[in-house]
């Protein structure tokens, strides 16, 4: 996917549609990119990381980074694309921003093509004067090399509640605990524990985004208690979903 044609200003706006589920191939910009999304949830992934975005937040995408895009509930995906030497934001990372309804109706705005220069201009202006990064993680979840490792792997991105412990996975694939512990490590940098934890958040993180209540996603993705779900939440990413997500779905979303 490239950027439209360049308008007067330094920001040009795309807007895409994207159906629950659909993903664009990963490909990379000689552009700055904002990605948004005014509704559904937008998802980006980057080599291991992977950001879930409502429309209460945006990913800034540094030109040249290569990135998958898509919709796990069905999308308008805005791309505002800054060209380098124009922009004075160099964040050399994948950034995640607030947007605010300001921001929200300057992306709006923007997107118009009746524009006259000094308009435009002025709104890029008060929308790059906007941009403030949040100092967010993304939940990595590192995927083997090692056939024996992804097929114990692909068994939790598939059901991410699946309740096996090491040593039942070990068994169905043929090895030790012990050469599990070894491979797991070696292969992604994380024991099982720990790698199974961020499989079961990133897979939360869309679910919670879409309103579902926190102790229905909590038993989707293998937790028993939603106190369970929100303390390794937060010991993982440093802060609440609610926060991560700009709602405040662990408040609104305990019950059913």
Do not use: K, N
Request: hydrophobic content about 40%; aromatic content about 6%.
């Amino acid at each position: 996917m490239c950027p439209p044609p360049a308008a007067p200003g330094a920001i040009v706006v795309g807007t895409f549609p994207l159906e629950s589920g659909e993903w664009i191939a990963p490909h990379a910009h000689t552009h700055h990119q904002l990605a948004w999304t005014r509704g559904g949830v937008l998802g980006v992934g980057i080599g291991d990381a992977y950001w879930v975005l409502p429309p209460t937040r945006a990913l800034w995408i540094p030109a040249g980074t290569r990135h998958s895009t898509g919709a796990t509930r069905g999308a308008l995906l805005h791309g505002l694309y800054f060209p380098p030497e124009r922009c004075a934001i160099d964040w050399p990372d994948p950034t995640p921003v607030v947007v605010d309804g300001l921001l929200a109706h300057l992306i709006a705005h923007l997107s118009r093509d009746d524009l006259p220069e000094d308009a435009r201009l002025r709104a890029e202006a008060v929308a790059v004067d906007l941009l403030r990064p949040l100092p967010t993680t993304p939940i990595d979840v590192p995927y083997p090399v090692d056939d024996r490792v992804r097929a114990v792997a692909d068994a939790l991105l598939t059901d991410p509640a699946d309740p096996r412990g090491l040593e039942v996975h070990a068994r169905a694939i043929g090895v030790s605990r012990r050469t599990l512990t070894r491979l797991f490590t070696s292969d992604t940098g994380m024991t099982f524990d720990h790698w199974r934890t961020h499989a079961r958040l990133r897979a939360a993180l869309p679910l919670l985004a879409e309103g579902h209540p926190v102790s229905r996603v909590a038993r989707t993705v293998g937790y028993a208690t939603p106190s369970s779900f929100l303390a390794a939440f937060r010991r993982t990413v440093g802060t609440s979903p609610g926060r991560y997500l700009g709602t405040s779905t662990e408040e609104a979303g305990r019950g059913e």
